[in-house]
């Protein structure tokens, strides 16, 4: 256990829906981070948050957003949802910053029908 | 564009064998490398890193080789062993950058 917690870990929903996936990061970890993984981009930044402001913004569909709450877990939301939004999506903490090195939950895996 | 370019997308080693994975850069402003590895179900988990002002850092089996003139730097992985298999990303950030840019892994495959 990384002491990132992700839930759910698997969804399965249709076309032009909305889902919300949650993040409870670890134990004194101010940074969130949400990746996109899938098969042909590998895994690619979406947005990171600093003891809930936004702090960077990567390739994030307009679709998506992503907050952080006073108790520090973040939601990424992702509506009107395409086939190819079908993907895992992994969130991450970490102390301060990237240079301290990330921790990664176990991911939701995305499905899109 | 991708910025950080992995090599092989997969490898097929022996027990006891050296796997060697490797990465190459174009952003000149990269000044952090880390290594992660990634088992089927798991989120990727930090293995080693190394800063361009060194040449070479050993953890345990696990060595990384950066040459920082050709903007390359690659995984050793000695002794390689079965529970070694695994999906091997490289990645690279920037100073005051708060984002890792991953490389497209390496599935590592290690028979007994």
């Known amino acids: 256990d990384s002491g990132v917690t992700q839930t759910p870990k698997h969804l399965i929903t249709a076309t032009g829906q909305r889902v919300t996936l949650r993040c409870s990061p670890r134990?004194?970890?101010?940074?969130v981070y949400w990746y996109q993984q899938s098969l042909d981009q590998g895994l690619q930044f979406l947005i990171q948050y600093y003891n809930g402001e936004e702090r960077a913004k990567g390739n994030i569909l307009e679709r998506f957003s992503a907050q952080q709450f006073p108790d520090l877990h973040s939601e990424l939301n992702l509506s009107s949802l395409e086939l190819g939004d079908s993907a895992l999506y992994f969130c991450?903490?970490?102390?301060?910053?990237?240079?301290?090195?990330?921790?990664f939950g176990s991911g939701t895996r995305l499905t899109v029908v | 564009q991708q910025q950080v370019k992995q090599s092989p997308q997969s490898l097929i080693v022996q027990k006891g064998g050296i796997s060697i994975i490797n990465c190459a850069y174009e952003?000149?402003?990269?000044?952090?490398f880390p290594w992660y590895q990634q088992f089927p179900g798991k989120g990727p988990a930090l293995l080693i890193a190394i800063r361009p002002d060194v040449s070479e850092k050993k953890e345990g089996r696990f060595t990384i080789s950066f040459n920082k003139s050709a903007k390359q730097f690659s995984l050793h992985i000695m002794d390689s062993q079965p529970g070694d298999s695994a999906t091997y990303f490289c990645a690279a950030a920037q100073g005051g950058s708060e984002k890792l840019v991953f490389g497209k892994g390496t599935k590592l495959t290690v028979n007994p």
């Open positions: 134990s004194g970890d101010l940074s």
């Open positions: 952003n000149t402003a990269f000044d952090y």
């Open positions: 991450a903490s970490s102390v301060v910053g990237v240079n301290y090195g990330y921790t």
